[in-house]
C-alpha cells in the first residue's frame, strides 16, 4: 500500500506542473501582495507627513497664545501703572486718567521710599520696571529756557538684576506729561518692562 500513495502523490505533482494554474495564482497574490505593501508605505509616509505638519502648526499656535497672552498682561499692567493715584493728573478735583503729572511722578518715586508702600507695591509689580520718558516737545525746543520735564523718572524698578539682564520685554504705551509748575504740556512714553524667565 506505500507504493499506491507514492504513485498517486506522483502523479498529483505532475498534473499540477501541467496545470499552472497554481504558479499563475501564485502570480497575482505576489503582486497583490506588492500592491499592498506599497499602498501600506505611502499611507506611512503621509502619515508621518500629516503629523509633522501638525506638531509644526499646533507649536506655532502655541507660541503665538503665548505671545498674545504676555501682551495682554502688559496693557493690562501699563493700565495699572498709567492710573496709580499718585501719578494721575488732577485739576480742581477732576483726574484725567490720559495724563501722568511729572511732580506727582518724582514724588511717587519717594514715597517708595517708605517700606510700608514699598513692599505694596512690590508684590503687586513684582518683576516689573516702569519708567517715564518725555519725548515731546524736546529740551532743545526751550533754547534757554529750562526744560520743565527733565529726566526720565524710573517709577520702580522690583526686576531681579539678573533676570532683567538675561531676558526682559518691553511695552511702550504713549501718555500725555502735565507739569504742574509750568503748566506745560507735552507727550512721552510709559514704558512697562517685565523680566522673563527662560
Known amino acids: ?13 505532475v498534473e499540477l506542473r501541467r496545470s499552472r494554474t497554481p504558479l499563475r495564482v501564485s ?10 505593501v506599497l499602498v501600506l508605505v505611502v499611507a506611512f509616509f ?11 502648526r499646533s507649536g506655532e499656535e ?21 492710573s496709580l493715584p499718585g501719578i494721575r493728573y488732577s485739576l480742581n478735583g477732576r ?9 506727582r511722578a518724582r514724588a511717587f518715586r519717594g514715597i517708595l521710599a517708605d517700606p510700608i508702600f514699598r513692599d505694596v507695591y512690590r508684590e503687586r509689580f513684582s518683576g516689573y520696571k516702569a519708567e517715564i520718558k ?10 534757554a529756557n529750562p526744560y520743565p520735564f527733565g529726566d526720565i523718572v524710573i517709577l ?26 509750568t503748566g506745560a504740556t507735552g507727550f512721552g512714553l510709559l514704558t512697562v518692562t517685565q523680566a522673563v524667565n527662560s
Open 1 to 13: 500500500m506505500a507504493g499506491l500513495s507514492e504513485v498517486i502523490a506522483v502523479q498529483r505533482l
Open 27 to 36: 502570480r497575482t497574490g505576489q503582486m497583490q501582495m506588492g500592491e499592498m
Open 46 to 56: 503621509i502619515g508621518i507627513a500629516a503629523l509633522t505638519f501638525f506638531v509644526q
Open 62 to 82: 502655541s507660541v503665538r497664545t503665548n505671545s498674545e497672552a504676555l501682551n495682554r498682561a502688559h496693557v493690562i499692567t501699563a493700565k495699572e501703572i498709567a
Open 95 to 103: 483726574e484725567d486718567l490720559t495724563a501722568i503729572d511729572m511732580q
Open 134 to 143: 518725555p519725548v515731546y516737545p524736546t529740551a532743545a525746543a526751550y533754547g
Open 156 to 181: 520702580f524698578d522690583y526686576q531681579d538684576a539678573a533676570a532683567s539682564d538675561r531676558n526682559s520685554v518691553p511695552f511702550v504705551v504713549p501718555v500725555l506729561l502735565y507739569e504742574p509748575t
